[in-house]
Every structure is written in C-alpha cells, then in structure tokens.
C-alpha cells in the first residue's frame, strides 16, 4: 500500500468500529451534504460491517477521495490477549525488566493481589550482547552475527513478531535500527518494531512495554488494515486512507500499519475531537466528552478550548496495567456500555464489564442472547421504544428483555423486573460517574465547571443521570449523537507528535541548544507531512516540556507559549510550570528550581472542516409534528405520563420540560423531571440539568 494522492471524488468517508455497532459518516465536499449509516459491527469479518454501514448511508467507495478510520481492533487485541506469538530482544542483563515492572503494589492488603502480566512469556526474551550508554556512547558493539543466529531460533520457534529493546537507545539507536534491519532482511514475513521507532524518552520499562504491545498487536493490525484497503480499492476507491491514531490526529494507514500501538484510542479520540469542534462552534471552553457504546463508556477533557493528551497511559487498568509511553488523549474508560451483561453474583448485584456485543448482543436484540443488559433494562422500564430503535429498522423485543431480567436478576435477589431494571441503572449510572471523575476530580480540576457532551448511541439516554451523580449542571447532546465519533473524525488533521528526553537544569539551559532539539523534531514532522497523500491547508508547530522540581522523580508536562522561546524567557516557563504543578497536585514551589526532563513537540496540518450550518428557528413550544404519543417511563422512583419527541421535526428555539424523551435514528435522550431542554441554533440539544442549583452555562464569540 504506497502513497497514492487524492483522487477527484467528492466525498470523505469516516467509519469508526465499535464492540457494537459500525457508524459511518459520509461528508460531501461539493454539496456540504451529511448522511449517516450505522449496522450492527461483524467481529469475524470486521469489513463487512463497514460495508453495510457505507450502504446504508448511500453512498459506495468510487466516490470518495478520503477515508477516515478509527477502530478498537488495536486495543481488544492487547486486552483480550488475542496478539501474536511474539519475542523479545533486550540487552544483556536486563531480560527481566519487562516483568519486574514498577514493582507498583496498588492494594497492598490484598493477599490475593497479582502484578501485571507480560504479553510476551519469559522464554521468549533473548538476551543480546550491546551496550550503550546514557550519553549515547558505544561500550559494547552489536555483533550482527548474533541477531543473524537469533533470527533463525525465532523462526524455528513459530515468532511472528519481534520486539527490540535495547538499553539508552533513546539518546543513539543505532543498535536497534541494526539489528531491526537483519531481521527483516533475513525474515521478510517477521513484524519487527524497535523501541525508538515509538518512543525517544528514557526510562526502560515503559518504553520496553509500549514496543512489546506494538509487536503483539502488529500482526493482526496490519492484516486487518491490510484487508479493508483491499476490500476498499477492489470497491473502485482510488483515494487517500488516512487511520485515526489516539491522539485524535490522523496519519497515513501504511504507517499504522507498523506504529500500531497509536491507535489504541483511535475511536474515542475521535469523538474528543468532535467535542472540541463543538465548543470551538458555542465558545464553551470547558467540557467532558461523554461517550457511552455498547461496551464502553469513556470520557475525554476539553480544557481552555483544547482536548488534552498524556504521555503515557496504562492500559487494563492501574492495579495490572501495562504502561505505553506514547502521545494520547487522555481518555478514562470504565466497562459500562449499553450491552454491559447484569449478573447477581453472591447477592448483589453487578453491571458489566462483561458486555453481550453485537454478537449475540442484548436479550432484546433477538440475535441469541439471554443474559440481561443495561439496553434491556432501558426497554423494560420504557425509556426505549421497541418499535422505534435505530429508527425502526431493528424491532426490539420486550418480552426477551423482561424474561432475562426475571431469570437472571429478579428470581437470584428477590426483585420485580422494574426494580431488576432500575437496579441495574443505577449501577451504571455511578460506574460512568468514575469516568468523569477520573478525568476531573483526579486531574485537579471542578467538575461543576465543566459541560457534559454526552454522544454514542447509550450516552444521551443516561447524560443526565450521571450528570447528577457528580454535580454537573448543563449537559449538551450534539447533532446524530450516535455516530458522533465518526461525525469527529472529520474534523481531525494530520498530526505527528515527537519527545526527545533532554535532562537539563532551567538555569544552565542553552536557548540554542533548546531550539535546536525542536527544531530537529519538528522538521520530521514537516517531512511527514509533506510525504502524506493529502495536503492540509497550513501547518501548525507547539511546543512543551516535561519538567519537575530538582530532586523529584515524576515530572508533569507544560505548553510552552512559542513567544517564550524568541525572548529567551526562563521565569515565563518557570511561571508555566509552577502554574501547572500547582493544578495537578494542589501545590507549588515557585523559589525553587526546576529542571527540564524532555522536550516535546507537535506539527499538525490543518484539513478542511466540514461548514456547520444553523437550523431554522422555531417557536419556544415544538411543533406538532415533532410531538409523538405519551408513554409511562420509569424516572424519579416511579412510572410516569412522558411526553416523546422526535427529533429531526425540531427547530432551533424549541424548549422541553422532563419527564421527555426525543428520539432519533440511533438515540435516545431522557430528561427527567425537573430538566429544561433548548434546541441550539446548530441542533443541538442544551439541557439545563434539575435537581439543585448549579453554575449557569454562559456562551461568548468563538475565539
């Protein structure tokens, strides 16, 4: 798969593959037309679903000059442990780090506590004889001869993927482009990846778990990406296929072919970066992006206008995490989704993370499944309308639901089915409170100060519930919420991001020496973008740094202002960090001195984005022909008349009191009593949230 430019088509398409379902976005650039499609997603022949959801929307592949992807085939892979059979090479001595770990002991009362797991067994790390050293001096020479010898044993093996690690590679890795080099020209079916391919920062561990993830998914990653530009061009597509990496940025499919662990985040990044378009459009500047699928439910932050992005994130969890150590959205997820499985497990009971998927999906769905779900629950207490899901293309069935609910949840604990159902929202609704948690109150940050942009097919019908849990007061529902993350990745650009680990005290500093690292990164990231298939519109280059006080060990990162760097400022970075420091952990030492850790950097090329139109406006009561018949909800401890909506018959200025319901294509948003809804000038839904009182969302111009 070569770079190929972009054809004459009109259209972009975006398909973001969730546990669920498949949505695809298709966005014509002569007409500014939007048109949807969503299909139940085909884990056994991922492509298909995104087939049928293309044909869905209308549209077929000739007529495209862009597609956009983002899928959660990278990080199942790495938490189902379904990867390939993969090696690792390391330097002498240092076999073991990759198990030792942090030697982290988060529940240290737990007798029956277990460490993180290696995704590459013990026997199959290989000790190399190199070494070089931390200021990236040769002590010991790699022998080609011995990778040669090594690359023979993996083959007789069965080792489909190599991970390379060697130590200080960050500071001169010429070792591991060497070795990397004799595998492949020796094995030329063998993935290989080498650390300093992902990662230029120093400390081991990490950058030793973050290549062994990139080789254990790689395989299947690039088969999979592999099969649908196959599928795509044998379709008649002759344009560009641009992959959604976990920053929200986009890159070439050819290079998520071999950096694959960068787009572990792939879909919900993009629904971030439709939350920051959003607020961009309203001027709100703060916001949680909220979305809730049929597996999962994440949140993101948008802070002062921008989506915010971490150096390292664990993946599985803090207690068994394994750590990767490259540029993501800072993204919390918790296992609640609208196909999370209910179980009454020792008397009590519990919500997910097992979830029922789309194969056999919800007991309501009729596909095979039988264990109760959260969609189930939804159904039987009447936020659902059976007739209507997916705006009727799929008949749900009630009875399924009440049964599963009876059997599995009722009969085990001695509830009715409406007190099974409502047990099971209830549960969930405070699981997905700790996503926003994690990404608020864990952060430093109010979460009272935030907007909830609740989207995924699940999020509008329980936004406000969860919004409640914690506080929160205003929550917004965009446009087609249930392919919301799709609608984002049009909205992405081409984004590269670099780190070189640069220890340095503030004061002795060089602003040359400073300036020349940066520069160094920022011309590879100019240079990939100038090789890309697409040509964005202008390039834009920030700048941080990772830094601490002298003597810490864990440092936190700081957007550097590029005007610091032309006044040769230090006491402007030196502010920025303590401002920094005292926001993440409540405090600061401003008379003290800090030290810089690393450099970052990132080169975006800003795309075309898709005009977003205002709605006609309308009257503050909806018109008739939105209004739908009344149905008894379970909301506020009890069955309730409750008015229903549709949602495409809405204008702007329209304003709803709950108990309600609006429905659309592929959601559902539930307003309970006491809740206030207004229709924007773009369609979306503003709902000011009951219960208390709470801080006024308050608008202003677009900066």
Same mark, same amino acid.
């Given at each position: 798969?070569?770079?190929?430019?972009?054809?004459?088509?009109?259209?972009?398409?975006?398909?973001?593959?969730?546990?669920?379902?498949?949505?695809?976005?298709?966005?014509?650039?002569?007409?500014?037309?939007?048109?949807?499609?969503?299909?139940?997603?085909?884990?056994? #022949?991922?492509?298909?679903?995104?087939?049928?959801?293309?044909?869905?929307?209308?549209?077929?592949?000739?007529?495209?000059?862009?597609?956009?992807?983002?899928?959660?085939?990278?990080?199942?892979?790495?938490?189902?442990?379904?990867?390939?059979?993969?090696?690792?090479?390391?330097?002498?001595?240092?076999?073991?780090?990759?198990?030792?770990?942090?030697?982290? *002991?988060?529940?240290?009362?737990?007798?029956?506590?277990?460490?993180?797991?290696?995704?590459?067994?013990?026997?199959?790390?290989?000790?190399?004889?190199?070494?070089?050293?931390?200021?990236?001096?040769?002590?010991?020479?790699?022998?080609?001869?011995?990778?040669?010898?090594?690359?023979?044993?993996?083959?007789?093996?069965?080792?489909?993927?190599?991970?390379?690690?060697?130590?200080?590679?960050?500071?001169?890795?010429?070792?591991?482009? *060497?070795?990397?080099?004799?595998?492949?020209?020796?094995?030329?079916?063998?993935?290989?990846?080498?650390?300093?391919?992902?990662?230029?920062?120093?400390?081991?561990?990490?950058?030793?778990?973050?290549?062994?993830?990139?080789?254990?998914?790689?395989?299947?990653?690039?088969?999979?990406?592999?099969?649908?530009?196959?599928?795509?061009?044998?379709?008649?597509?002759?344009?560009?296929?641009?992959?959604?990496?976990?920053?929200?940025?986009?890159?070439?499919?050819?290079?998520?072919?071999?950096?694959?662990? *960068?787009?572990?985040?792939?879909?919900?990044?993009?629904?971030?970066?439709?939350?920051?378009?959003? $607020?961009?459009?309203?001027?709100?500047?703060?916001?949680?992006?909220?979305?809730?699928?049929? @597996?999962?439910?994440?949140?993101?932050?948008?802070?002062?206008?921008?989506?915010?992005?971490?150096?390292?994130?664990?993946?599985?969890?803090?207690?068994?995490?394994?750590?990767?150590?490259?540029?993501?959205?800072?993204?919390?997820?918790?296992?609640?989704?609208?196909?999370?499985?209910?179980?009454?497990?020792?008397?009590?009971?519990?919500?997910?993370?097992?979830?029922?998927?789309?194969?056999?999906?919800?007991?309501?769905?009729?596909?095979?499944?039988?264990?109760?779900?959260?969609?189930?629950?939804?159904?039987?207490?009447?936020?659902?309308?059976?007739?209507?899901?997916?705006?009727?293309?799929?008949?749900?069935?009630?009875?399924?639901?009440?049964?599963?609910?009876?059997?599995?949840?009722?009969?085990?604990?001695?509830?009715?089915?409406?007190?099974?159902?409502?047990?099971?929202?209830?549960?969930?609704?405070?699981?997905?409170?700790?996503?926003?948690?994690?990404?608020?109150?864990?952060?430093?940050?109010?979460?009272?100060?935030?907007? +909830?942009?609740?989207? /995924?097919?699940?999020?509008?019908? #329980?936004?406000?519930?969860?919004?409640?849990?914690?506080?929160?007061?205003?929550?917004?529902?965009?446009?087609?919420?249930?392919?919301?993350?799709?609608?984002?990745?049009?909205?992405?650009?081409?984004?590269?991001?670099?780190?070189?680990?640069?220890?340095?005290?503030?004061?002795?500093?060089?602003?040359?020496?400073?300036?020349?690292?940066?520069?160094?990164?920022?011309?590879? /990231?100019?240079?990939?973008?100038?090789?890309?298939?697409?040509?964005?519109?202008?390039?834009?280059?920030?700048?941080?740094?990772?830094?601490?006080?002298?003597?810490?060990?864990?440092?936190?990162?700081?957007?550097?202002?590029?005007?610091?760097?032309?006044?040769?400022? *230090?006491?402007?970075?030196?502010?920025?960090?303590?401002?920094? #420091?005292?926001?993440?952990?409540?405090?600061?030492?401003?008379?003290?001195?800090?030290?810089?850790?690393?450099?970052?950097? @990132?080169?975006?090329?800003?795309?075309?984005?898709?005009?977003?139109?205002?709605?006609?406006?309308?009257?503050?009561?909806?018109?008739?022909?939105?209004?739908?018949?009344?149905?008894?909800?379970? $909301?506020?401890?009890?069955?309730?008349?409750?008015?229903?909506?549709?949602?495409?018959?809405?204008?702007?200025?329209?304003?709803?009191?709950?108990?309600? +319901?609006?429905?659309?294509?592929?959601? @559902?948003?539930?307003?309970?009593?006491?809740?206030?809804?207004?229709?924007?000038?773009?369609?979306? +839904?503003?709902?000011?949230?009951? /219960?208390?009182?709470?801080?006024?969302? @308050?608008?202003?111009?677009?900066?």
């Amino acid at each position: 798969m070569g770079q190929r430019r972009s054809a004459p088509g009109r259209l972009r398409l975006a398909a973001d593959i969730g546990g669920t379902f498949t949505d695809i976005a298709v966005f014509d650039e002569k007409s500014g037309q939007l048109t949807f499609g969503k299909a139940l997603s085909t884990p056994a #022949h991922l492509v298909e679903g995104i087939a049928a959801g293309v044909a869905k929307a209308g549209s077929d592949y000739r007529s495209a000059a862009l597609f956009l992807h983002g899928s959660t085939i990278a990080i199942n892979t790495m938490l189902e442990r379904t990867g390939s059979r993969t090696a690792l090479l390391i330097t002498e001595g240092f076999r073991d780090i990759y198990e030792i770990g942090r030697i982290n *002991r988060p529940d240290a009362y737990n007798l029956f506590f277990q460490k993180h797991e290696p995704l590459i067994e013990r026997a199959l790390r290989f000790e190399v004889r190199e070494r070089t050293l931390a200021d990236g001096e040769i002590e010991t020479p790699l022998d080609d001869a011995e990778i040669a010898a090594l690359g023979n044993k993996l083959e007789e093996l069965g080792i489909e993927a190599v991970a390379i690690l060697f130590l200080n590679c960050y500071a001169n890795a010429d070792h591991e482009r *060497r070795a990397k080099a004799i595998l492949e020209n020796n094995h030329p079916k063998l993935f290989v990846s080498a650390s300093h391919e992902l990662s230029q920062e120093y400390r081991e561990f990490e950058r030793c778990s973050t290549v062994a993830a990139n080789a254990y998914i790689g395989p299947k990653v690039r088969r999979y990406i592999g099969e649908i530009d196959c599928h795509m061009r044998a379709a008649g597509f002759a344009g560009s296929f641009l992959v959604v990496q976990s920053t929200g940025g986009l890159y070439e499919a050819a290079q998520a072919q071999s950096q694959c662990v *960068r787009m572990l985040e792939s879909g919900p990044a993009a629904g971030v970066i439709g939350t920051q378009a959003l $607020c961009r459009m309203r001027g709100i500047d703060n916001a949680i992006a909220f979305d809730m699928g049929g @597996t999962t439910a994440k949140a993101g932050v948008i802070y002062r206008g921008e989506a915010l992005t971490t150096g390292t994130a664990l993946i599985g969890g803090y207690e068994k995490a394994l750590p990767v150590q490259i540029a993501m959205m800072d993204i919390f997820e918790v296992g609640t989704g609208g196909g999370s499985i209910a179980r009454a497990v020792d008397g009590a009971l519990r919500v997910g993370p097992q979830s029922a998927g789309a194969a056999p999906g919800p007991a309501c769905y009729g596909l095979g499944g039988s264990e109760p779900t959260v969609t189930d629950a939804n159904l039987v207490l009447g936020r659902l309308d059976a007739e209507r899901f997916l705006g009727g293309e799929m008949k749900l069935d009630a009875a399924a639901a009440e049964r599963a609910l009876s059997r599995h949840i009722g009969a085990p604990l001695g509830l009715s089915v409406v007190e099974a159902a409502d047990g099971i929202l209830r549960i969930a609704a405070t699981a997905m409170s700790y996503a926003v948690k994690g990404v608020t109150t864990e952060r430093g940050f109010d979460a009272g100060d935030f907007v +909830l942009v609740a989207y /995924g097919g699940a999020g509008p019908l #329980h936004a406000v519930e969860v919004a409640r849990e914690i506080g929160m007061r205003n929550v917004i529902v965009p446009f087609a919420p249930g392919m919301f993350s799709a609608f984002g990745m049009l909205f992405a650009d081409l984004r590269y991001d670099y780190v070189r680990t640069w220890f340095t005290p503030l004061d002795d500093a060089s602003f040359g020496d400073i300036e020349a690292v940066y520069r160094a990164l920022e011309s590879q /990231g100019r240079d990939a973008i100038a090789g890309a298939s697409v040509k964005p519109q202008r390039i834009v280059v920030k700048r941080a740094a990772d830094m601490r006080y002298v003597g810490q060990e864990h440092a936190v990162t700081v957007d550097l202002p590029m005007t610091v760097f032309g006044r040769g400022d *230090r006491k402007a970075i030196k502010r920025q960090f303590d401002a920094m #420091h005292a926001r993440r952990y409540g405090t600061s030492a401003p008379a003290e001195p800090a030290e810089i850790v690393s450099l970052r950097s @990132t080169v975006t090329g800003l795309m075309r984005k898709p005009p977003q139109r205002k709605m006609a406006r309308g009257q503050k009561t909806p018109p008739a022909t939105a209004c739908g018949a009344t149905r008894k909800v379970f $909301c506020g401890g009890r069955f309730r008349l409750t008015s229903t909506f549709w949602r495409p018959a809405l204008f702007a200025g329209n304003q709803i009191e709950g108990p309600a +319901l609006i429905e659309e294509y592929a959601s @559902t948003t539930l307003l309970l009593p006491g809740d206030t809804l207004e229709v924007d000038a773009y369609g979306n +839904l503003a709902i000011r949230v009951g /219960g208390g009182e709470g801080k006024r969302l @308050t608008y202003h111009q677009s900066r």
